[in-house]
C-alpha cells in the first residue's frame, strides 16, 4: 500500500520519493531504491507529512533525527509509568522496534537528566523487596530478570546476615510451619539453608 509519494525537482532531473507499507513495516523509497525498512507502529503518524529532500543522505538524516527523538519520547513515558533498570529500558525499547543507535541515544539522555539511575534504583529495590520478606538470593534473581547492573556482594552489603536473621526469625514467628516445611518455606523466599538453620535452632533452644 503506498501512503506518501513526493517528486522533488532538482536542476536536470526529477527525484520521486515513495513510502509504503507491507506486513507492519513502512519501506522509504528514494528513486525507487528502498532506503529504509522502519516499524510501522512506531513511525506511521509521523509520516504522513514531510519536508522536500533532494539526495538520500538528506532521507537518512531526517529519518535518524526522527527515530532518536521517538525514543527518547518513548523513554520518558516508560518511566512515568514505573521504574525501569538501563538494561531493561533498552529491551524494552528495541522490543518496541527502535534501532540500537536510537535506543542508546535514548537511555543516554535518560542518565544524562538522571531520570535513570541504575545505583539508586537497586538500592531501594532491595530495602522493598526486604520489607516484604524476600530474601536476597530470590532479590538479586529479580535483579537480573530486570537487566540491573548488580552482582550479589552488592545485595548483601545492603542485605546484610545481621537483617537475615532478623527476617528470618519474624517470618519463622509469625508461619504456622514447623520443621522441613519451614526450611522449604525460607528457601524457596530466597534465604540461604545455613542461615535459615542458624536461626531455626535458636528458636528451637
Partial sequence: MILLQIIVSQTNYFNFMQ??????TLHVLFDNEVVRSLPAIIFKKHLKTLPSFQTKEQVLEFLDDLEKKLAKRR???LLSKRQYFEGKLKETLQKKGFSEESTEYAVEEMLKYAYLNDDLGVEKFIEREMRQGKGPYMILQKLKHKKAKVNA???????????QLEMIQSLSEKSKKKGNQLIGYLE???????????VIKNLEQ
Fill in 188 to 198: 524457596r523466599r530466597g534465604f540461604s539453608l545455613e542461615v535459615i538453620l542458624s
Fill in 153 to 163: 556482594e552488592i545485595v548483601f552489603s545492603i542485605y546484610t546476615r545481621e537483617k
Fill in 75 to 77: 523513554a520518558l513515558y
Fill in 19 to 24: 513510502i509504503t507499507e507491507e506486513d507492519k
